[in-house]
């Protein structure tokens, strides 16, 4: 991605595309680089650092993203973690861009909205800070451990609900919406109704429990822009598994040495 | 109000209550004074300052703000003005409290939401600051004025559009409601609506072409918790008018000399 250039644009015009969350505090800090040197390679659009755990931020993931820069110059790095109270959504200036959750089914504001606020009233006006891409984030099938920490009710999957849900991101006009299953899957007609409902600006994500070329192609299939996988990765032969994903998915990621003459059949989209 | 004391739980103890909202932009200064001391003798809670238009924001109000003081110490004063791009909510600190509005029926984002987080990041995390108080702010009646300014579309006065409306509100945890009409009335089935599906918590203020105790009446028995006036007393013979509004007003107003030992049956209402 060239300098100066904004991450959601940059993001709209790569979609639609796999991406791969990589969890800094469990993956060991070479291998977080090499897997986002592959992916570089393989044309993703760029590599999220992912956790619902975190401890020792700015270290941990300020040499991350450090040394993905240094591996991979101009290879966006998204942050995506949860806020904690007194502290907002954790941060290192040198990241591309955050996407910030706002967990509309949270029943506590802090996590709703008001940790955004925290996490800007902190930055002030300091500058650079990475670029913030505010995201419903939505949670579908029983999921203790996102209620625990955020006290996040999973969406009740029926058009009425969904409805209401993007009323309220139209309404605030978030940037695109975050669909997560961390024990079951995101079901595909909502997948379905959020991309039918949701303005061609907006981007939607698709994460959780995708391990397969096939379990992304259904959700590309009914409009997903991204589709993230995890966990699939966290294996010895992840090389191979990535290009088994790759390979099998109906879409094609693009080299960044096609990119620019690419660019105007990705720019058909939006 | 004593020091310290929170705004917002103060006037959750002082409802229900007739308010004032002066135009700092067209009323005197020594006129402001004189109306926030007679105000501040007849029990009022604060006054508000308020207007549509301004400019030479820190010098006009941050002066109001300072006489106000001088002349009535510990009387809050609360700034309620809309925002502009690239500033956010004018502000100055001496005031004691912000009446945030939250214009969720804009069809600008700015005006919706984004324009308080402007304002919490240009605050920073400097100390200290108006608290702020979080309104969902809904204008009702044809508004060309609203709509030139703040991009804002009246409500449709129907149960179903006030219940999404409450519905974003609940979701966001905003402090209260504030409705308005320019150049009609609120309509009473809407403030009955409002009054009963938000939480004892949220507070509501009703305000537009209010100039006469029954008007006011009306909107204390659908359950509103302060009734604002503001062009009723913009005259001469505004002593007599407010003595009048306040007599016929079937809401007792407290002086403060009253307050201490009325606490107990104002704090019954929560």
Same mark, same amino acid.
């Given at each position: 991605m060239p300098r100066g250039r904004? /991450?959601?644009? +940059?993001? *709209?015009?790569?979609?639609?595309?796999?991406? +791969?969350?990589?969890?800094?505090f469990k993956v060991p800090l070479p291998e977080v680089v090499a897997k986002a040197t592959a992916l570089h390679e393989l044309g993703f659009p760029g590599v999220l650092l992912a956790s619902t755990d975190w401890d020792n931020f700015e270290d941990v /993931?300020?040499?991350?993203?450090?040394e993905i820069h240094r591996a991979a110059p101009d290879f966006p790095v998204l942050l995506h973690f949860p806020p904690r109270a007194g502290v907002g959504l954790p941060c290192v200036n040198a990241a591309d861009g955050m996407l910030c959750p706002f967990l509309l089914r949270s029943t506590d504001p802090y996590f709703v909205w008001r940790s955004y606020v925290e996490t800007v009233r902190r930055f002030g006006e300091v500058q650079p800070q990475p670029e913030l891409i505010d995201l419903a984030a939505l949670t579908f099938g029983?999921?203790? %451990?996102?209620?625990? /920490?955020?006290?996040?009710?999973? /969406?009740?999957?029926?058009?009425?609900?969904?409805d209401q849900l993007l009323h309220v991101m139209q309404i605030l006009d978030l940037h695109g919406a975050y669909l997560y299953s961390r024990y079951e899957a995101v079901p595909l007609e909502i997948c379905r109704r959020f991309r039918a409902k949701m303005s061609r600006d907006q981007v939607l994500f698709v994460s959780g429990g995708v391990r397969t070329a096939e379990q992304a192609n259904a959700f590309f299939d009914v409009g997903a822009d991204f589709v993230v996988f995890c966990g699939a990765l966290e294996c010895h032969d992840w090389r191979e598994r990535l290009q088994v994903l790759v390979?099998?998915? %109906?879409?094609?990621?693009?080299?960044?040495?096609? *990119?620019? +003459?690419?660019?105007?059949?990705s720019a058909g989209y939006a």
């Open positions: 904004s /991450v959601l644009a +940059h993001l *709209r015009e790569s979609r639609p595309s796999l991406l +791969h969350a990589v969890d800094p /993931v300020g040499r991350c993203v450090e029983t999921d203790e %451990r996102s209620r625990s /920490v955020l006290a996040v009710e999973p /969406v009740v999957p029926s058009e009425s609900s969904a390979e099998g998915s %109906r879409v094609a990621q693009r080299p960044p040495s096609l *990119r620019t +003459h690419e660019r105007s059949r």
